[in-house]
């Protein structure tokens, strides 16, 4: 890209909004100097005089708020929308890490995820959306969605998850194998997450399609990164 051609692609863009978007990854506050890093900070990179212009900016529509911190100015987004994705990592397998030293069996965590599952409901079925809900009457039509919309359902994003689905010739019951999943690299207790998957998706199903079902890990493979978990309808009588 030629220098003529940077120079114009950079003056379209939203400075005081890419300086938001940064705030809001670093929830726990940042410098002007920890902003304009060239390695660390703000992408794309600017001045510290042009950082410093639309600090004041933001500080003034009341966007951003700034603390003083010994002799530092940390500045914090007003309004944060969402924790970054390695907090809620770090957090979620340190949850999973505690319970594993108090659970006496993988079972609880099945129950565990029952209860995630009840408070979840609403917010699992409004995440599909509404023109394929318009099409999924039952659990028959909901199988063959099911692989492709989970990672976006999922407790911790993971764009590297692949999910095969072997669906019985009368959709009673389907395999569904998890391959290439990034949570084994996070910790040794990533194993826990998949079980209680298992009670999430149990009582989901449970409550959604109203009927009874049996969802179990068939087997996990930690050096393959690799779970295959069963979902089978039951009979009613």
């Not at 400075?15 to 920890?34: H, K, M, Q, S």
């Not at 009457?137 to 969605?145: I, T, V």
């Not at 993971?158 to 010739?169: A, K, P, Q």
């Amino acid at each position: 890209m030629s220098q003529k051609k940077l120079k114009k692609t950079r003056k379209g863009i939203n400075w005081a909004e890419e300086i938001l978007n940064y705030l809001r990854e670093n929830p726990f506050g940042v410098t002007i100097t920890d902003i304009a890093d060239p390695k660390k900070g703000m992408k794309p990179q600017t001045t510290r005089v042009t950082i410093y212009k639309y600090i004041k900016i933001l500080l003034k529509q009341g966007k951003i708020f700034s603390r003083e911190v010994g002799v530092y100015n940390l500045y914090y987004c007003s309004e944060r929308m969402f924790l970054p994705l390695k907090f809620v990592s770090k957090f979620y397998i340190g949850m999973l890490s505690g319970l594993k030293d108090k659970f006496s069996s993988k079972k609880d965590f099945k129950e565990l995820g029952y209860n995630i599952a009840e408070g979840m409901i609403i917010e699992l079925v409004e995440q599909f959306p509404k023109s394929i809900r318009d099409q999924i009457k039952s659990f028959e039509d909901f199988l063959p969605y099911f692989a492709k919309l989970y990672p976006y359902l999922d407790i911790i994003p993971d764009n590297n998850l692949v999910i095969e689905e072997e669906i019985s010739e009368d959709g009673s019951k389907a395999l569904f194998h998890f391959k290439n999943s990034n949570i084994f690299n996070l910790s040794e207790n990533s194993e826990y997450h998949f079980y209680l998957l298992t009670g999430m998706m149990e009582r989901s199903l449970s409550r959604i399609f109203r009927t009874k079902f049996n969802v179990e890990i068939d087997s996990i493979n930690i050096d393959e990164k690799s779970v295959k978990i069963s979902v089978v309808k039951l009979n009613d009588n």
